[in-house]
């Protein structure tokens, strides 16, 4: 049995790709959150980190996002 690390995706070190297990924060973050596309099981992979800022891949989509927002993605880590 394998156990995976359950992390926020701001905790993630570049090249990681985790699954989403849960949106926090209030209303308006996690609807903006979801409309851009995040949402509960989608992949992401973490392709940069510079300062405060994350560059991710969603589904196929890249976002630039700060650590603040990150931290309300809550993730397991899968490689």
């Not at 209303?27 to 980190?49: A, Q, Y």
């Not at 405060?52 to 931290?71: E, H, M, P, W, Y």
Request: glycine share 6%; charged share 15%; net charge positive.
């Amino acid at each position: 049995m394998t156990h995976r690390l359950h992390t926020t995706l701001d905790q993630c070190h570049s090249g990681q790709t985790s699954q989403i297990t849960a949106l926090k924060g209030n209303l308006e973050t996690k609807m903006r959150l979801v409309n851009l596309g995040f949402h509960t099981h989608s992949l992401v992979k973490l392709i940069l980190v510079r300062g405060q800022n994350l560059v991710i891949c969603v589904d196929g989509s890249r976002f630039a996002i700060d650590k603040t927002i990150a931290s309300n993605i809550q993730v397991e880590v899968l490689s």
